[in-house]
């Protein structure tokens, strides 16, 4: 039933109301607006009535759907990201004659009415009828801003898009009773301001904020007369009257307004007059919309936020509420990207790999015992032409990367630590010989591995035959030491470490239990090793990569966001240790061209199988990253090759992504403390003194005597190997 006023009956705007809905569904406004007889509520003439009554009278106004900013750790503004382009202002923050010429042009007895405009309907149906079709409408601004507010929330809906805006009585009859709950509730500066919010302007943008910055790129507050006019004469017909693409009916309808705003007093003759013989001067500001838009190479970390947001529930129970969310917009996300190291990485990338080289290159720098992700770059840029791509090759391929790629010898830290974990000696020596099989059976943690006497490994050149204690094989990348080590320390401890580390898998699987994991025979992506390297920088704790500090919405309230989550991997001295093992590298070692000046350093190279992937991937105490370079389509071999201007005979993780890295983490660290990495003293000095290459190299390429960057599974370009499946040589 109705609601009635104290003294019983309806009210006379419900009584205008019912009479209205009687009078469409019965014939008489039906004919001068010229609706179709059957509506989407199916109402006849008899049950018109009960029909308005049986609608519900609380209209659900959906939020408008707003720009989204993505901010770097500085507040600097990474990209805006819209399905519709908008910022919602106050009333206050509009142009007063953007408010007098909407008011003026859509519905001049706004504020003398209530919802429904009986003179207006009455003109209309008279008007109507004299010209024979429908020259002019009877909708009120508060039914405008219903019709919108439905339009609104089927989103981008085709079916319910339709549904909202189709010409039936049904509609109709919904858009008034609305417009008569919206008129007692919000009152009409707020509806006026609720409708210059919600309303289209064209050129994709939607609010008068947005069409002021879009068309003269100002605040909608410092909207002049002559632009107000222009923009408020758009509205009817955003294609028609298209100010860039159609100035002169733009210009015609923009006169119209000025005069009637003179006609209803809100200016004088002269004004409009005045404004009327003004040219139209635009000062267009294009739509930046989307990741593509981001400087710097931000873009595959803008769409690894967006990611982020979409797989995580503390946005949503559902992807669909996520999305729906993210769609919505409004919000302000700061990010952990800082701008130095994002600069320092795509800086280092551009020098070393051009974006149309063969082979691409990607690097991430994560911060130690926050987790937080402090830059992400890649050769390729971000898009959809020629040499761009929006496949993320830092990240794993549920984050929008792809299947991920070998790490090659950058895997051994993780077995040295798993049985640093165990008790073994840093001193531990094996015999490593230049070429042995892989001992049979291996333990694994759900029983045994069975090899077989074709499964072999080798170091890189035949002068690499031990013994060689842990330090020397570390820096030497030595393939059939840390085979043997795995081999008397078993399996399960090493998949155990790299899982606390939280090194998986970039395809999601888990780890294969084989012998030739050692080399690093098992895709993982630059994200996920920068992040374990990082645990070595921070005692032995591992933190959880996040890319989020905070989020508001569009009214200011924070949103509860994604935290690390820290855990121990290993003790302090086993991670002690490791930096000792790793400076080795950088000092001594294969990766002498990463090593930085100034500040301690540690890191390991990696070449995978055939050299499809070459990697570095080193830390500082107070930044950790890895960076990979390689065909992603894992089809070109790195023989033979010019990358970034120097040719190539191989490649190898020292002489390419080492110098990437050493660049990156120099730019990113400058002017930044320089702390020292503990270390452990490990081994006589004397012996060691001198280990790594024994041949020498220039810049852009490395002396061969350095061992396993380039072995089976790790480098060798070697026939008819054995699968991983089988144990093999490392599989690749």
Not at 109 to 118: K, Q, V
Not at 165 to 189: H, N, S
Not at 621 to 639: E, F, I, S, T
Not at 641 to 665: C, N, S
């Amino acid at each position: 039933m109705p609601k009635k006023r104290d003294g019983g009956g309806l009210s006379k705007t419900q009584q205008a109301a019912k009479f209205l809905g009687v009078s469409v569904l019965a014939g008489a406004v039906l004919a001068g607006l010229a609706l179709p007889a059957a509506g989407a509520l199916g109402l006849t003439a008899k049950g018109s009535v009960e029909g308005f009554d049986d609608i519900p009278a609380n209209l659900k106004t959906p939020p408008l759907s707003q720009r989204t900013r993505i901010l770097d750790a500085k507040g600097g503004e990474i990209a805006k990201v819209y399905s519709r382009d908008r910022t919602v202002v106050g009333i206050k923050d509009m142009s007063p004659y953007i408010r007098q010429a909407i008011v003026a042009i859509e519905d001049a007895r706004f504020y003398h009415h209530g919802a429904i405009d009986m003179k207006g309907i009455l003109r209309a149906v008279n008007k109507n009828a004299q010209s024979g079709g429908v020259s002019q409408g009877a909708s009120t601004l508060t039914q405008q801003y219903v019709k919108n507010v439905f339009i609104e929330e089927a989103g981008d809906n085709a079916d319910k898009v339709a549904q909202a805006t189709q010409q039936t009585i049904g509609r109709k009859i919904k858009e008034l009773k609305y417009a008569i709950q919206v008129e007692k509730e919000l009152g009409k500066r707020k509806i006026l301001q609720n409708y210059l919010n919600i309303t289209f302007f064209g050129q994709q943008a939607y609010g008068i904020e947005a069409a002021a910055q879009r068309y003269f790129s100002k605040h909608a507050k410092d909207l002049n007369l002559e632009e107000s006019a222009l923009l408020a004469g758009i509205v009817q017909s955003p294609s028609r009257y298209d100010p860039v693409n159609a100035p002169q009916e733009a210009t015609r309808r923009r006169n119209t307004v000025l005069q009637r705003m003179a006609d209803l007093k809100n200016i004088t003759q002269a004004q409009a007059d005045a404004a009327a013989k003004k040219p139209i001067k635009l000062a267009v500001s294009r739509p930046k919309n989307g990741c593509i838009t981001a400087t710097d190479g931000a873009g595959f970390f803008c769409d690894y936020i967006r990611k982020v947001f979409l797989t995580d529930k503390a946005f949503g129970k559902t992807r669909k509420d996520r999305l729906k969310r993210w769609d919505r917009g409004g919000l302000t996300i700061r990010t952990t990207l800082d701008p130095q190291t994002q600069k320092a990485i795509q800086a280092s990338i551009s020098d070393h790999v051009y974006e149309d080289d063969p082979v691409a290159t990607a690097a991430t720098i994560v911060e130690p015992g926050t987790g937080k992700i402090l830059g992400m770059g890649q050769s390729r840029p971000y898009g959809f032409g020629e040499n761009q791509t929006v496949l993320n090759l830092s990240v794993d391929d549920a984050m929008g990367g792809g299947a991920g790629y070998q790490p090659g010898s950058t895997f051994k830290p993780v077995i040295a630590a798993a049985a640093l974990e165990q008790g073994t000696s840093p001193e531990q020596e094996y015999s490593s010989p230049y070429r042995m099989p892989y001992p049979s059976p291996v333990q694994t943690c759900e029983g045994q591995w069975q090899g077989s006497p074709s499964d072999t490994t080798q170091n890189e050149n035949k002068r690499e035959v031990g013994p060689y204690g842990m330090k020397e094989a570390t820096a030497k990348s030595v393939n059939t030491y840390f085979v043997q080590l795995i081999s008397d320390m078993g399996i399960c401890p090493a998949v155990k470490m790299a899982q606390k580390m939280g090194i998986e898998r970039a395809d999601g699987k888990p780890l294969q239990q084989v012998p030739s994991m050692t080399l690093g025979v098992q895709e993982m992506s630059p994200l996920t090793m920068a992040s374990g390297y990082a645990a070595f920088a921070n005692g032995g704790e591992y933190c959880s990569p996040v890319a989020i500090e905070s989020i508001t919405d569009a009214r200011g309230r924070a949103l509860d966001v994604p935290r690390t989550s820290c855990r121990s991997a290993m003790s302090k001295k086993t991670a002690d240790t490791i930096n000792t093992l790793l400076k080795g590298v950088v000092e001594d070692g294969t990766g002498k061209e990463a090593g930085l000046r100034g500040r301690d350093s540690a890191g390991k190279t990696g070449t995978s199988d055939s050299r499809y992937a070459a990697w570095f991937v080193g830390y500082t105490p107070n930044a950790a990253g890895a960076v990979w370079v390689g065909d992603p389509l894992h089809k070109r071999k790195m023989y033979d090759i010019t990358i970034g201007g120097v040719p190539h005979e191989k490649v190898y993780g020292a002489d390419t992504p080492g110098p990437i890295w050493r660049d990156a983490m120099t730019g990113a660290l400058a002017g930044r403390p320089a702390p020292s990495l503990p270390t452990v003293p490990i081994g006589n000095p004397d012996r060691d003194k001198g280990q790594g290459d024994d041949k020498g190299r220039d810049k852009h390429k490395p002396g061969r005597g350095h061992g396993g960057d380039n072995k089976p599974g790790g480098g060798w370009d070697l026939p008819d190997w054995p699968d991983i499946l089988g144990g093999g040589n490392g599989g690749w």
